[in-house]
């Protein structure tokens, strides 16, 4: 099974490097951009073939290693393949 | 005395850290790496600068599962002293060591310059040796070094006096410009400044040489 996830700044921490792509996109005119958060997007090849199992598995990796809850949401996707 | 200095695959302040300890200050030190499962018989822990791991995924992210951390965590909790600096300071909030993250800087640059630090505590094993209030001069040399809680976070750490250093003028955007903070017991510090650069005139100052003396004094007594 594939597990992708998705890892992004909490809602209220600065993003200095999406700050830096807005100000770029601007300065190409693309006026309509509002704002940018930049986060990661990571594909895992889960053994498993139980979706909550593999799930829960995957949500202990990113509280542990994935994404940094201190700053750092995660949001997982399961494709069967 | 005898002190270890962690060794990570893409450390690289390492031997400044055991230069000053053992060459300056004339401790006994060794180096311990990563795998090792045991600190053996140290009295006091330093986590070195460097990208530890190549800064992937986040700095000092993969650094915290090493196995040697199990033991650092574990000596930090017998209240012993255990001090990270600049990747060392990251690898410690990882492992939650020390409240907090490290964020890229505010102006996405590789900052490499002396800075003021004011201290903010002075009744530390790491910073007895300087005064509260003193402006100390300590280099920085980071590209995340922007210190990050939230509010609720930071007010407990006021309220507990765990921060240990402030930037006089902030470089990094860092919150509340805090430089260094410790845990609720003291025994743990991280800073993102390298005090292990500033130990004799030869290097241009001295002003982190009371850092590694107060931690000596400490273990060995005045």
């Keep these: ?81 | 005395m005898k002190a270890g200095v962690i060794v990570f695959p893409g450390s690289n302040c390492d031997h400044d850290c055991y230069h000053a300890l053992k060459h300056v200050l004339g401790v006994e030190t060794v180096f311990i790496w990563h795998k090792e499962g045991s600190l053996g018989d140290v009295d006091a822990v330093v986590v070195p600068g460097g990208f530890s791991y190549g800064d992937y995924l986040r700095c000092g992210a993969i650094a915290k599962n090493s196995p040697v951390m199990r033991d650092v965590i574990r000596f930090a909790g017998e209240g012993r002293p255990v001090v990270g600096i600049c990747n060392g300071f990251q690898v410690l909030t990882e492992s939650g060591l020390l409240p907090g993250a490290l964020m890229r800087n505010r102006h996405l640059k590789f900052l490499c310059k002396s800075v003021q630090l004011r201290v903010e505590n002075a009744a530390t094993c790491f910073t007895a040796r300087y005064q509260q209030g003193q402006v100390i001069d300590i280099p920085i040399a980071h590209h995340d070094g922007n210190y990050y809680a939230d509010a609720a976070t930071l007010d407990t750490m006021e309220e507990n006096q765990q921060v240990a250093f402030r930037y006089v003028d902030n470089p990094n955007g860092s919150m509340s410009d805090i430089a260094g903070v410790l845990n609720k017991r003291k025994n743990v510090l991280g800073m993102m400044p390298h005090p292990e650069r500033v130990v004799e005139s030869l290097l241009g100052g001295t002003d982190g040489l009371p850092l590694f003396t107060a931690l000596k004094e400490h273990v060995v007594g005045a």
């Design chain 1, 1 to 81: 099974m594939l597990a992708k996830v998705y890892v992004t700044l909490k809602n209220g921490v600065l993003d200095p490097q999406g700050k830096a792509i807005l100000g770029s996109l601007h300065a190409m005119d693309f006026q309509s951009a509002r704002d940018v958060r930049v986060g990661k997007y990571l594909e895992i090849e889960v053994n498993g073939t139980d979706p909550e199992l593999v799930r829960s598995e995957v949500a202990e990796m990113a509280k542990k290693l994935l994404a940094n809850t201190v700053i750092e949401n995660y949001r997982i996707e399961l494709v069967n393949g």
